[in-house]
């Protein structure tokens, strides 16, 4: 296993690999957590409040500045706040738009959002996952490479993220999500973010690594803008490629 020189030009130098997480490792999908928050009467947010623009308490919370207390918090309290500003249709008690309001759970919720229903909300941006692509790791871990997990991510996502991953291994032998990882570096944890240059300066001091011998992968140009100015190697992850077309056997 053996990274594509024909899109790594880089290939024959690259030792270790840093990862991003969400679009590289496992789909996510904005709009299904904006729709699950409509659900509950949390209305009026944009995917991009959350990604990639991470506007307000996403932000906060994506830097470790907000507790998963102070994000619940948070949003029970828009759900007071908004109710003055809703049309009389978003009022609780009516049925959502576009549906026809025949069972209860076709209804604006009257009551404020609960903690787990929050959460839950929350988790719905992030997808199922792919295994082949955690296989794909464990070939490049036996190959020599050293892989890194690198994310904007926040801790209600990656403790539901990495729980459900060891909760669905298929044999009690398989690898743990963090076992798959020299190291992971999460935003939250680390009170910064991508496309920070500093974050990257951090990875590559705590890691001990060569940025001339690093690639990092992620699906958003900014963040491999960043990583680039500082000499590290990247490719921005775009349809119509996946991880796998990054290798080689």
Known sequence: MKLNSALIPAADRIRNIIFDFGGVLLDIDIRLSVEAFARLGL??????DIHPNNSGIFLQLELGNATEEEFVHKMQGYYIDTLPLRTPSEQPGQPRPGQSGNGPEQIIPNEIPTREQILGAW????????????????RLRTAGYRLFLLSNTNLPHRTFFVEKFDHERANPGDLPFEAHFERCFYSDAMHLRKPDPLIYEEVLREAALDPSETLFVDDNAPNTA??????IHTFTLRPPYTVFDLFAE
Not at 128 to 134: A, L
């Open 43 to 48: 209305t009026g947010f944009d995917p991009a």
């Open 226 to 231: 960043a990583a680039e100015a500082l000499g």
């Open 123 to 138: 988790n719905a941006l992030l997808l199922e996952y792919d295994r082949e692509r955690f296989r794909l790791l464990e």
